[in-house]
């Protein structure tokens, strides 16, 4: 079975500082790799996605995440942080094996001013 | 293109009545999947339809039920409601034939039981 561990259920920020949002990773096969972005009553958006073509994934908004196969992370950072960032940010993995995709618990992104 | 379409965004019920939920996804995804969103549960898998079968089940009751129409658009229905059923609903729509890419998510409906 395949499933996402994210550290921290909320983190907070001063607006310009770095954002690093945790997530771990369990799978028996190789894994593609999600980050999602969820604002204020609305659905989730995909902002990331690791399919094996390269380690490190650059997505939108100024956000990426490295795969680290031996530490089994996935980890997503920005260098700085803007207000508009304040979001709950949910980590994601699903495989060739699973016809769904499993969840992070979700942390919450505070930027402060 | 248009996004993914759900509809009611907002309902109320009462405990003991049934409610369904609609979802069109972006024309030509053939994957529907839903999602329950609490507080304190977060993100969690109901089910998945792909040209009008249940591909995959979650791990709730059969309360739960879902199907798929010819034209991809799908529908949830909760029979029995209870208190603890009272969640945001999330359909997302998928392209391809298996679940390796991106999930594209409606704004899903806010059910609240009473």
């Known amino acids: 079975a395949q499933s996402v561990t994210q550290l921290g259920s909320h983190v907070s920020v001063s607006e310009g500082a770095l954002v690093l949002l945790r997530c771990n990773y369990s799978?028996?096969?190789?894994?593609?790799l999600f980050w999602y972005v969820q604002y204020p009553n609305q659905g989730l958006q995909l902002l990331l996605k690791?399919?094996?073509?390269?380690?490190l994934v650059k997505g939108i908004n100024g956000f990426e995440a490295e795969f680290k196969k031996s530490e089994t992370s996935f980890h997503l950072t920005k260098p700085s942080a803007h207000m508009s960032d304040a979001a709950e940010y949910f980590c994601?993995?699903?495989?060739?094996?699973?016809?769904?995709?499993?969840f992070g618990a979700g942390t919450r992104l505070t930027v402060k001013p | 293109k248009a996004g993914v379409t759900q509809t009611p965004r907002y309902l109320i019920k009462t405990r003991g009545q049934q409610v369904t939920l609609s979802c069109s996804p972006i024309?030509?995804?053939?994957?529907v999947s839903w999602y329950q969103q609490t507080p304190g549960q977060g993100l969690q898998f109901l089910f998945e339809y792909f040209s009008e079968t249940q591909r995959n089940k979650g791990n709730f009751p059969g309360r739960f039920s879902g199907r798929q129409f010819s034209n991809s658009r799908s529908e949830m229905n909760v029979s029995t409601l209870e208190l603890g059923d009272s969640a945001l609903y999330l359909c997302?729509?998928?392209?391809?034939?298996?679940?390796?890419?991106?999930?594209?998510f409606g704004e899903g409906s806010r059910l609240t039981v009473l």
């Open positions: 997302a729509g998928q392209s391809g034939t298996d679940n390796t890419g991106e999930l594209f």
């Open positions: 799978s028996s096969v190789p894994p593609y």
């Open positions: 024309s030509g995804h053939r994957s």
């Open positions: 994601a993995v699903s495989g060739f094996n699973n016809n769904d995709m499993r």
């Open positions: 690791y399919t094996s073509a390269a380690t």
